[in-house]
């Protein structure tokens, strides 16, 4: 045995496997303990693989998972230094049931079945007990993991059932709202009761949004269905949808177009964002102002900046403002709405930053990678 | 929000967004509902259009009922309206026409809420119904106006979700300063136990958004009339309240 060896064995030596064993067998058994090391993400066995060796975890640790919903590999658990696994397969002789990778630079060592029988001989009630305490313990933290897991998922589906019920029960008598705004607006011309109807259609379409976002977290994880699509589809997508109420609002707009080429987004859910965001910067300037959108290409990323000349945001609520809405109540400014944009910008491997000075204005900058950056000249 | 992976994106727990949006949703409703009323009111009556309002009016009724499901499915009161147990007998009776006594009570309401247009509806509703108004933005820009003058306010209109301080801990500030504070909830979404505390601390009344603007009115009448003829609401007296 080299000095490497039981240098790597001193670590493996307080293995919980050993509790209670004497130094004497442990030195008898030394020799027999092969010394691995791996590097992070490294895969030790798969599931289904053939079982026929015992690990135990010098440093680093190991990530025991199973192939779930959707083929995701999920986690059961991770083995900690001074912790063993992959006894299953050596006391039943099945082959792997789920699936070990190592986590960070990992040190292991193996023991083989007859290595393992050998241990068995020399400390039976010892060995049994510590074998006994570790596969109750993590027993129980799968169980615990495991029932969270249901629950979530329950809890998961339940909401989505019911936000789909409301999504339909809902969508009905808002769109008849706005056909009666619209009706009677149509029969009005007075500045006092357009102002009034065009509050309505805001919240009618702070609703519809809002009916939208709840049937997004019902779902859970959203995938995104990404396009390509030029910043002028992007601009005239927002022109229709909120820059062309902007003169109502005696907000002035300005571009200051730098890169008009393709960027890949989910369209819907992009355009949601930026719409969002209009918003909020109209919300910024009660009094009119300029809204200014930015597009840029810098350093291989499309800069997308939103700009307005309003109240600008407290350094308080600035430092916060990415915050999910739960303490903070409403979607405007400071709320969800914010969330949500990030969420979705860093879903687009893409980055958002605020800036603003109080008195003088916002900035909101979002930065998504270049589409095929290789294809371009 | 979770650490999250290029491509996908969680969101909040649904735990804590449902409420959130419930309270939003509800939010918006009353936005709705109330510019409705208004509408109406100024309207010059041109023929046909009642029918467009009443399709607006009962299209809010719906919408309100889905929400309403929504609230309780995530542990929301159902209540619509809550007054304290002392306060209690006056509320199935109608408000009386005039005020009947000759004690003088403040006519002045502040209504906090952080949402503008809420605050801007409830003002001209409340105007309307002959109050003088104050309005706060915020809970902090409420204690403000009640630390220099709280004897100024017959009632606060309290809204529950507002950054950085929310109705709850502005109503325990507020009756820090004063402990007869009269103070009204309104909120799209409350939890039970939440609404059970509050009433307990001595929170003189509830009522669940949306409402419409006679709902509201009536709703401060009884509590101010109720309070003129000698009713009280205070914590130290109260019973307990039925979730």
């Known amino acids: 045995m080299t000095a490497l060896v039981l240098q790597a064995f001193e670590g493996l030596a307080n293995n919980r496997i050993f509790e209670g064993i004497e130094t004497d067998l442990l030195e008898q058994i030394a020799p027999s303990v092969h010394v691995v090391q791996l590097a992070e993400g490294e895969v030790i066995f798969r599931e289904g693989d053939p079982g026929d060796l015992l690990y135990l975890v010098g440093e680093g640790s190991v990530r025991i998972s199973k192939s779930g919903r959707g083929g995701e590999q999920e986690t059961l658990g991770v083995i900690q230094p001074g912790n063993f696994f992959g006894e299953m397969a050596l006391l039943d002789g099945q082959p792997r049931s789920a699936m070990a990778t190592a986590v960070g630079n990992t040190l292991l060592g193996t023991v083989d079945e007859p290595t393992f029988q050998h241990i068995l001989e020399l400390a039976p009630s010892r060995l049994h007990m510590n074998f006994l305490r570790s596969v109750t313990e993590r027993l129980r933290s799968v169980n615990s993991h495991f029932i969270s897991e249901v629950m979530r998922s329950e809890r998961l589906s339940l909401v989505g059932s019911m936000a789909n019920s409301i999504i339909h029960d809902l969508k009905n008598p808002i769109c008849i709202i706005r056909s009666g705004c619209d009706l009677i607006g149509e029969r009005s011309n007075d500045p006092g009761q357009l102002q009034l109807l065009r509050m309505m259609d805001n919240a009618v379409d702070g609703m519809l949004a809002m009916t939208q976002e709840l049937l997004d977290c019902a779902r859970g994880h959203s995938e995104l269905k990404c396009e390509t699509v030029t910043i002028w589809h992007l601009l005239d997508e927002l022109n229709t ?109 893409g980055k958002i930053s605020v800036s603003s000075v109080q008195g003088k204005g916002t900035t909101v900058e979002v930065l998504l990678p270049v589409p095929a950056f290789a294809a371009l000249p | 929000m979770s650490e999250q992976k290029n491509g996908s994106y969680v969101r909040p727990e649904p735990e804590e967004f449902v409420p959130a949006a419930a309270t939003e949703l509800n939010n918006l409703l009353q936005i709705v509902s109330s510019t409705v009323a ?206």
């Open chain 1, 241 to 349: 949808r909120s820059l062309c109420l902007l003169p109502g609002k005696n907000v002035q707009f300005a571009k200051d177009i730098r890169y008009d080429g393709e960027i890949r987004v989910d369209f819907a859910r992009f355009v949601r964002v930026l719409c969002n965001l209009i918003k909020n910067a109209c919300e910024a300037m009660p009094q009119g102002g300029i809204l200014t959108i930015a597009t840029d290409l810098i350093d291989h990323e499309v800069v997308i900046r939103i700009s307005d000349t309003g109240i600008g945001i407290p350094p308080e609520i600035l430092q916060r403002v990415f915050e999910p809405f739960v303490t903070h109540g409403k979607s405007h400014g400071t709320g969800l709405g914010m969330a949500i944009a990030k969420s979705i910008v860093t879903a687009h491997q």
């Open chain 2, 38 to 243: 208004m509408l109406e009111n100024i309207w010059d009556n041109t023929p046909g259009s009642e029918r467009y309002f009443d399709m607006l009016r009962k299209s809010v009724d719906r919408a309100a009922k889905v929400t309403a499901q929504l609230v309780k499915h995530v542990g929301g009161t159902d209540k619509k309206i809550l007054m304290h147990p002392a306060l209690q007998e006056r509320i199935e009776s109608p408000p009386p026409a005039a005020p009947s006594s000759t004690l003088h009570v403040s006519r002045c309401v502040m209504v906090v809420d952080d949402e503008p247009m809420a605050l801007v509806l409830l003002q001209q509703i409340l105007a309307q119904a002959g109050f003088a108004v104050v309005s706060a933005q915020s809970g902090f820009e409420a204690l403000d106006f009640f630390r220099k003058d709280s004897s100024r306010f017959a009632l606060v209109l309290l809204d529950l979700a507002m950054p950085l301080m929310d109705g709850e801990e502005t109503f325990n500030h507020l009756r820090a300063i004063d402990p007869n504070v009269v103070v009204l909830l309104n909120t799209g979404f409350i939890e039970n136990r939440r609404l059970d505390r509050m009433m307990a601390n001595g929170l003189a009344g509830f009522l669940r958004r949306p409402y419409r603007p006679e709902e509201v009115i009536t709703q401060i009448e009884s509590v101010l009339e109720n309070i003129k003829r000698g009713g009280t609401h205070k914590a130290s007296n109260s019973l307990k309240v039925s979730s």
